[in-house]
Nanobody, 121 residues
Framework: QVQLVESGGGLVQPGGSLTLSCAAS????????IGWFRQAPGNTREWVSC????????RYTQSVKGRFTASRDNAKNTAYLRMNSLKPEDSANYYC??????????????WGQGTPVTVSS
């Protein structure tokens, strides 16, 4: 079955960095786009980024542009979200999601369990 397992979250000081990983199994990873979402307590879920199956197109929400970098290693069935210059408002549970196809078309079908990120001094 399709599985997405995030890791790498934790507590970091403002201005710090974290790299989230998303280990995928149960499907042909190199055929699907991977997205990242986040949700803070009391907030609505927010789309953060998407990377196409071959990494030819990578998109970000405006608030993370220039600070976050999405990537993937199809040989390892793993996607990554490198987060630099973290701010307290980046604190949330971060989820990786599988796209319904290889493109970033805002349609996703499977979700991981999430990994928490807390940015605080």
């Amino acid at each position: 079955q399709v599985q997405l397992v995030e890791s790498g979250g934790g507590l970091v000081q403002p201005g710090g960095s974290l790299t989230l990983s998303c280990a995928a199994s149960g499907f042909a990873f190199d055929h699907y786009a991977i997205g990242w979402f986040r949700q803070a307590p009391g907030n609505t879920r927010e789309w953060v980024s998407c990377i196409t199956s071959g990494s030819s197109d990578i998109r970000y929400t405006q608030s993370v542009k220039g600070r976050f970098t999405a990537s993937r290693d199809n040989a390892k069935n793993t996607a990554y979200l490198r987060m630099n210059s973290l701010k307290p408002e980046d604190s949330a549970n971060y989820y990786c999601v599988r796209g319904q196809n290889s493109y970033c078309n805002a349609k996703y079908d499977f979700w991981g369990q999430g990994t928490p990120v807390t940015v605080s001094s």
